[in-house]
């Protein structure tokens, strides 16, 4: 693990997170623990969706929301494993 500091933070901004964290049973190290894990996920999320946007081969709708992509991606993917298990090369 590493460690990451942040400096410049206002007392107001610190009190604010720290009732946050207390209102949630947590410590502020936890807290701000799991605020920094779910940037981290969404911004990878948010990768992976412009790449996939950007890759031609996607053939994404302008109109198509993320769920639909994901599901249509999913169903594709899951479409290729049956076509490989029956020996299909469809």
Do not use: C, Y
């Amino acid at each position: 693990m590493v460690a990451i500091q942040v400096r410049g933070v206002s007392a107001a901004v610190r009190d604010a997170l720290a009732a946050e964290a207390d209102a949630r049973g947590q410590s502020l190290q936890v807290f701000l623990s799991e605020v920094l894990e779910r940037e981290a996920r969404l911004a990878r999320n948010r990768a992976w969706l412009k790449r996939t946007r950007d890759n031609p081969i996607a053939r994404i709708a302008a109109d198509e929301s993320s769920a639909d992509l994901i599901r249509r991606q999913r169903d594709e993917r899951t479409q290729q494993i049956l076509d490989a298990l029956s020996g299909s090369t469809a």
